[in-house]
């Protein structure tokens, strides 16, 4: 049985006791500062989870779990200095609390870091786990990469927007199933399924983050309704509407009112977006399924992966 | 016999033949831009000369040459970064070049790229060699740290200062010739010498640095003698000056202009620094031979790195 409430205790007293040089506040407090802002802990809950569904104790890919946090939270970091971003889960930014110099260092020291936790593993596994570690960190710069270029491009297209969510986001929720899986002795097959699960997972619940900025509820929704809007973020429902009614749409770009927001996702409702985008999602969803089941999990292992990806793919926040 | 032209040759022809993907030249084309910069290449020699020393072909250990290369350029890139420095071998710093949301992200690229590259091992050899580098970088940004937090001190004590320079420069020449021997199979007390060699070797060269920069000939130093006056830097020389002489020397800071340079530089005249810090690189010298008999290699292996140590800590630019 995995046991959620079981796996978060884990992590979050794995994040507890990581233990920093008291010497240096200016480089270690940061990193305290941003790896305590929490979030959901979704990606250390794949690793631990897909260990436990594999058949080993979840505490034998603890490290893991952490190195995957760890380096999650290390591209957080860069990428708020990078979009300047003055604040993240309604703290400021580290950048902003404390400057881009410390912003930059401590980001690279968690990337050592997180390579280090990973690196805590019985040596004939240290291979496989690090060039999966390793390729998919630098696909991950290859998305940023690719979501800055959007930035400065009008011509974006919907299968561009996709490759960039899945190196973006969809690939490392694939690194962490996997990992949870060779620390779990798993077949080749299985860790390649589950890989499949986790980066449509990824790419199912990035499209729900596009649809929820817009037509979230902002009674639910934690950021505030339209902030991608007004930041004329390259999201599905922006690169769809541009391609469809360029004229419409790029009347608005440029500005950041509140009629923008209602004007643009009139647009938006007019081409059917919102159905359109949550059939995506399911589409999505259907994939990380299939894939699912390719990985041949014992039943209850497979539905609490089920629930997970419905809880996912269909929340409000 | 280790034959330094042959080496030098290998490390080129290892970096020309690095290929980045051809997609992104926002990402890629300033790693090439960085790596193409040159330099000494004195790190990768360090690592492929201790790999023929101790008996090995040094094509053998030719990744981990080229890794401990992309590491230290990916610390160059984000230090000036931080430093907002404009220039770096008399070309624009990626940074300014680019920008800093570009030289964040190439960097980070870089950091993996290094880890890679240093992986690409017998799988035997690869617990000993990450962890290794994976210490030796979080030193390295220590030292950075404390080079930092020094900048916004008057009582940097000289002991603090040799620590800096200890993680920010020295760690990285033991880690590089610790790496050459372990890939060539050396025994742990050759590879713990070699080390400790090039730790102390590394402290020396930082010296050599700090007194070319106030001290050097401006027709052979290739950078402007005098630009640590300017820019306050916290040199072992204005350390010692800040200790022995703070009235004096405290009336200089924050002023740029050729008066200071000669007004700092009469200063540490006064104080006999220039011979001071002269006979602390040889004792930082003879620290390193004693080491480098420790190592016990070939007499012919043990006279290059001898003359190798002469060289740069009697260097001129």
Not at 72 to 99: C, Q, S, Y
Not at 198 to 218: C, H, I, K, S
Request: net charge negative.
């Amino acid at each position: 049985m995995i046991e959620t409430d079981h796996l978060q205790k884990l992590i979050q007293e794995g994040i507890d006791s990581l233990s920093f040089p008291a010497g240096l506040p200016g480089l270690y407090e940061p990193i305290s500062y941003t790896l305590e802002a929490g979030g959901k802990r979704l990606r250390p809950l794949l690793v631990l989870a897909a260990c436990k569904a594999c058949g080993v104790n979840p505490e034998e890919a603890l490290n893991q779990a952490l190195g995957i946090e760890m380096f999650h939270n290390f591209t957080l970091l860069h990428d708020d200095v990078m979009d300047r971003a003055e604040t993240r889960r309604g703290r400021p930014t580290v950048h902003i609390k404390w400057n881009t110099p410390t912003a930059i260092l401590s980001g690279d020291t968690m990337l050592t870091l997180a390579s280090e936790l990973m690196s805590r593993c019985p040596d004939e596994k240290l291979p496989g786990l690090l060039r999966l570690f390793n390729r998919t960190a630098i696909e991950i710069y290859e998305g940023q990469q690719m979501d800055m270029d959007f930035e400065r491009r009008s011509d974006v297209r919907v299968e561009e927007y996709m490759e960039m969510i899945r190196l973006k986001t969809g690939v490392l929720l694939g690194c962490a199933v996997s990992v949870g899986a060779i620390m779990a002795h798993a077949s080749d097959q299985t860790v390649r399924a589950l890989y499949e699960f986790g980066v449509n997972l990824g790419l199912a619940f990035q499209l729900r983050d596009d649809y929820l900025d817009t037509f979230g509820d902002p009674a639910t929704f934690g950021k505030n309704v339209g902030g991608d809007i007004l930041n004329d973020k390259k999201t599905w429902l922006l690169i769809t509407s541009q391609s469809e009614a360029p004229d419409e749409i790029s009347q608005w770009l440029g500005e950041r009112s509140e009629e923008k927001i209602k004007g643009v996702t009139d647009i938006y409702r007019r081409l059917d977006l919102p159905a359109r985008i949550n059939r995506l999602i399911d589409e999505y969803t259907v994939a990380a399924l299939d894939s699912l089941a390719d990985a041949a999990l014992p039943a209850q292992a497979s539905e609490w992966f089920t629930s997970l990806t419905s809880g996912l793919t269909n929340r409000i926040s």
